[in-house]
């Protein structure tokens, strides 16, 4: 089973400032077979990245995903007053599929 | 526009048996894998089970392989998931999740609301 970790656990920034999420694979992810959700209160998750870097339909451009092998980054590049959450990422390449432990994005 | 909506949840005691369904609206149901993702009141997702497109291949996360099922029925456009045995552990919010075509193992776009399911006596 391929474990993630994401890093840091909370990410406290103010709106306008760069966020960098970070995920690391106990082992190599296939393919770059990597996606990264974003998920509200109350809400079901939300894709924003697929394949590592391949931004969901409708999903805005200050929002963009790189890596490859075990290393993996989400970056949001000016925080908007909705992008505070929390994000996971998922390895899609391997079964079981699994999710990283998530990253909560908080205001300063 | 895509839409799935779980429903099945509820309280069930330790021991006991519940069964889930989606019911999707807006794609061809049959030409799409689903899956079945967890997640524990204040904790983070856990992939529970997928099945294909044609439901002729279905997957299982060890933590409830034996005691889950799932199963579709495309003339009705509704995926299952038949739960026994339940446990304390198994209490969370159940998301139905679309995947990217009919074969098994892809990202998950879009996802149902959840239904709870609560397990204690």
């Known amino acids: 089973e391929i474990v993630l970790t994401q890093s840091p656990g909370t990410l406290s920034l103010s709106p306008g400032e760069r966020a960098t999420l970070s995920c690391r694979a106990s082992q190599s992810v296939s393919s770059s077979y990597l996606a990264w959700y974003q998920q509200k209160p109350g809400q079901a998750p939300r894709l924003l990245i697929y394949g590592t870097s391949s931004r969901a339909t409708g999903i805005p451009d200050r929002f963009s995903g790189s890596g490859s092998g075990t290393d993996f980054t989400l970056t949001i590049s000016r925080l908007e007053p909705e992008d505070f959450a929390v994000y996971y990422c998922q390895q899609y390449g391997s079964s079981p599929l699994t999710f990283g432990q998530g990253t909560k994005v908080e205001i300063k | 526009e895509v839409q799935l909506l779980e429903s099945g949840g509820g309280l069930v005691q330790p021991g006991g048996s519940l069964r889930l369904s989606c019911a999707a609206s807006?794609?061809?149901?049959?030409?799409?894998?689903m899956s079945w993702v967890r997640q524990a009141p204040g904790k983070g997702l856990e992939w529970v089970s997928a099945i294909s497109g044609s439901g002729s291949s279905a997957f299982y996360a060890d933590s409830v392989k034996g005691r889950f099922t799932i199963s579709r029925d495309n003339s009705k456009n509704t995926l299952y998931l038949q739960m026994n045995s339940l446990r304390a552990e198994d209490t969370a919010v159940y998301y139905c999740a679309k995947e990217l075509g009919s074969t098994i193992f892809n990202w998950f776009d879009p996802w149902g609301q959840g239904t709870l399911v609560t397990v204690s006596s």
């Open positions: 807006g794609f061809t149901f049959s030409s799409y894998a």
